[in-house]
């Protein structure tokens, strides 16, 4: 396997550590995740690496899911893409197209930017906010916290500063020296004035502080304004792309 592949299979993967699910087992190569709530990352099936024939997996989660009352929903990455063939001839929608995008951070400081906060946890804060913002009830605002409670890597919350509050939010988790960016927000009022820039730049100043010798994030495809600031953050190369296939409601 050349160079190229294996970094996008590292990517890949601090992807997946970085935003875990607290329900999921492994099948046949393929990894079944089932946190509930809305977020398709945590609640579909992804092929790991080297996974082999589709199949049996896609029977079994179909299965699986039933169980749980959820509809079966399948991670499509293009570095893995054997399931595509199967679920292109059934019911099943494609949605959310998503760039994987890369950066190295040998440019970069580790000069802290004093009008951001970066912390080891989320302060009450920083969650209300991403509440607010994603408009979670207290059963979605659960699952992220109990999403946040099962990373088992090194994390950092930033929250930059604005006048009268917070004017964005962002978290890393830093996995073998590749720094996953998550969860950037920043209220409707206050977006496009430089606030999700400086809370993602203080997340990258931290991890090269840490250590880290690159970073990496996903961004669906279609969200252009969240595309151009990663671009301004020196997020220029695109590593591979995913979709989901999304089957029918259960019942």
């Given at each position: 396997?050349?160079?190229?592949?294996?970094?996008?299979?590292?990517?890949?993967?601090?992807?997946?550590?970085?935003?875990?699910?607290?329900?999921?087992?492994?099948l046949d190569g393929y990894l079944l995740r089932a946190a509930g709530g809305v977020s398709k990352r945590q609640n579909s099936v992804?092929?790991?690496?080297?996974?082999?024939?589709?199949?049996?997996?896609?029977?079994?989660?179909?299965?699986?899911?039933?169980?749980?009352?959820?509809?079966?929903?399948?991670?499509?990455?293009?570095?893995?893409?054997?399931?595509?063939?199967?679920?292109?001839?059934?019911?099943?929608?494609?949605?959310?197209?998503?760039?994987?995008?890369?950066?190295?951070?040998?440019?970069?400081?580790?000069e802290p930017d004093p009008s951001v906060r970066v912390s080891g946890a989320p302060g009450a804060e920083w969650l209300a906010l991403?509440?607010?913002?994603?408009?979670?009830?207290?059963?979605?605002?659960?699952?992220?916290?109990?999403?946040?409670?099962?990373?088992?890597?090194?994390?950092?919350?930033?929250?930059?500063?604005?006048?009268?509050?917070?004017?964005?939010?962002?978290?890393?988790?830093?996995?073998?020296?590749?720094?996953?960016?998550?969860?950037?927000?920043?209220?409707?009022?206050?977006?496009?004035?430089?606030?999700?820039?400086?809370?993602?730049?203080?997340?990258?100043?931290?991890?090269?502080?840490?250590?880290?010798?690159?970073?990496?994030?996903?961004?669906?495809?279609?969200?252009?304004?969240?595309?151009?600031?990663?671009?301004?953050?020196?997020?220029?190369?695109?590593?591979?792309?995913?979709?989901?296939?999304?089957?029918?409601?259960?019942?």
């Amino acid at each position: 396997m050349d160079a190229e592949p294996d970094l996008a299979w590292q990517v890949e993967e601090a992807c997946l550590n970085a935003w875990p699910s607290p329900r999921q087992i492994l099948l046949d190569g393929y990894l079944l995740r089932a946190a509930g709530g809305v977020s398709k990352r945590q609640n579909s099936v992804n092929p790991m690496r080297r996974s082999g024939a589709p199949e049996p997996a896609i029977t079994a989660a179909c299965a699986f899911y039933a169980r749980l009352g959820q509809r079966p929903i399948f991670r499509i990455p293009a570095i893995a893409a054997q399931m595509e063939p199967l679920l292109a001839r059934a019911d099943y929608t494609v949605v959310d197209e998503t760039c994987t995008l890369f950066r190295p951070l040998d440019d970069l400081t580790t000069e802290p930017d004093p009008s951001v906060r970066v912390s080891g946890a989320p302060g009450a804060e920083w969650l209300a906010l991403r509440d607010a913002i994603n408009r979670a009830d207290a059963a979605a605002g659960q699952i992220f916290r109990d999403t946040v409670a099962a990373l088992m890597l090194p994390r950092a919350f930033a929250a930059a500063e604005a006048e009268n509050g917070l004017g964005a939010i962002a978290f890393g988790v830093l996995d073998r020296g590749l720094l996953v960016i998550e969860s950037v927000a920043t209220p409707e009022p206050l977006r496009g004035r430089g606030h999700a820039r400086r809370a993602v730049g203080a997340l990258l100043r931290w991890s090269r502080g840490q250590g880290a010798r690159a970073a990496c994030l996903q961004v669906v495809a279609a969200n252009r304004p969240a595309r151009a600031l990663y671009r301004g953050l020196g997020f220029e190369r695109e590593l591979y792309r995913y979709h989901y296939r999304v089957g029918p409601e259960p019942g």
